[in-house]
C-alpha cells in the first residue's frame, strides 16, 4: 500500500494558490502555496500542513488535504520544508526532523495577521515536527492554535532509522539517502564554503547520514544525540492541545510498537487511531471518492469537528 500510494495517479481542484514566504529565522524562509478563501476573512479556520521527507508542497497528500479541506471552508496552506520543493536558495541550511521552531514562527506569523482558529497537520517527519511543536507548548499554548493532526509521525527516530535498516526495507532505505544526498549535492554547490564536497565516506543509510551530515551541521555530536533531542517521543506526554494521531499497525517503518511505548495512549488529549493496515502514509480504502485517501478525510473531519464544538 505504500509503494501503491507514491504510484497512484491523481488529479485535484484547488484554487489557483498564493506564494508565500514565511521568515523562520534571520536567514532563513520557507515557502507556503496559500489557498485562501474568497474574501480571506479572519475569522475562517486555517489549516497548515508539513510533509514529510524529501516531499514537498506538492506531495500527493498534501494536495489530497488541502482539496478536501479548501473545498469544506478551510484556509490552506501547504509548507514547504526549508530546502524542499526546489527552495535551496531560500536558506542557507538543511533541514531536520527537530525544526518545530519553523511552524512556530509560522503559526506566530498567521497570528498577528489575525487568523483565529489554526490548525497543523503533518505527515511522517512533519507529523514528528506539529506533534513536538505542540508538545513544547504544552499547557501554554495559544488559544489560536486550536489543534494538530498527525500521520505516521517519526515520534521515535532511532527506531525508524533502525527498521529502515531491515532487509525488506532496502527499497525505502535506498530511496531516501538517494534522494537526501541528492539534496545535498544542491547545498554544496550553492554554499560551497559551508559543506564539504568530500569527507562525509560511502553513505548507504539513513543513520549514515544523520552521522556524517545532519548531526554535525545543527552542532550534534552523533545521529543518536540528533534522535534523542528532536523525537517528538520526549515531549507528547506535555500535549494539552486536541490531537489526532493516526498510523498504521503495518507501517513498514514507523513501528506501531514504538508508538505505543511513547506513552501516547495516556494522554487524554490525543486521539489514537490505528488500523491494522494502511502501510506509511498510504490509507487507501476500497471506497471511491473523499473517502479513497481515508487519513486525508478523518483530518479534515477532525477539524471540522474542533470548529464545530466552537
Known amino acids: 500500500m505504500t509503494v501503491a500510494s507514491t504510484f497512484t495517479r491523481r488529479k485535484f481542484v484547488l484554487p489557483a494558490p498564493e506564494e508565500r514566504l514565511f521568515a523562520v529565522d534571520a536567514e532563513s524562509k520557507i515557502l507556503g502555496h496559500c489557498h485562501w478563501q474568497v474574501g480571506k476573512k479572519r475569522d475562517v479556520p486555517v489549516l497548515a500542513l508539513v510533509h514529510g521527507l524529501e516531499g514537498s508542497s506538492e506531495s500527493n497528500y498534501m494536495r489530497g488535504i488541502a ?35 519553523d511552524y512556530r514562527a509560522v503559526f506566530e506569523e498567521l497570528v498577528q495577521e489575525g487568523f483565529e482558529q489554526i490548525f497543523f497537520a503533518g505527515y511522517s517527519m512533519g507529523g514528528n515536527l506539529v506533534t513536538k511543536m505542540a508538545g513544547e507548548f504544552g499547557a501554554n499554548a495559544p488559544r489560536q492554535l486550536r489543534g494538530i493532526a498527525a500521520v505516521c509521525p517519526a515520534l521515535d527516530l532511532a527506531a525508524c532509522a533502525d527498521a529502515l535498516e531491515l532487509r525488506q526495507n532496502y527499497f525505502y532505505e535506498r530511496h531516501f539517502v538517494s534522494r537526501l544526498m541528492a539534496s545535498y549535492g544542491k547545498k554544496v554547490q550553492l554554499f560551497p564554503q559551508r559543506y564539504p564536497n568530500n569527507g562525509v565516506g560511502a553513505i548507504r543509510t539513513i543513520r549514515e547520514f544523520d552521522d556524517a551530515i545532519t548531526a554535525p551541521q545543527f552542532g550534534f555530536r552523533s545521529a543518536q544525540e540528533y534522535y534523542d533531542a528532536s523525537g517528538a517521543k520526549r515531549v507528547v506526554r506535555e ?9 498504521a499497525q503495518d507501517d513498514p517503518f514507523v513501528r506501531y510498537e514504538s508508538l505505543r511505548v511513547t506513552g501516547l495512549e495516556a494522554n487524554p488529549a490525543i486521539r489514537f487511531v490505528a488500523p491494522k493496515h494502511g502501510g506509511h502514509c498510504a490509507f487507501i480504502s476500497r471506497h471511491a471518492g473523499k473517502e479513497r485517501f481515508w487519513a486525508e478525510e478523518r483530518i479534515v473531519e477532525f477539524c471540522e469537528e474542533i470548529v464545530g464544538a466552537r
Open 67 to 101: 482539496e478536501k479541506a479548501t473545498q469544506r471552508g478551510f484556509h490552506v496552506v501547504r509548507l514547504n520544508q526549508r530546502t524542499c520543493g526546489g527552495t535551496e536558495t531560500l536558506t542557507p541550511t538543511l533541514y531536520n526532523s527537530g525544526m518545530s521552531a
Open 239 to 247: 500535549i494539552r492541545l486536541p490531537t489526532l494521531l493516526i498510523t
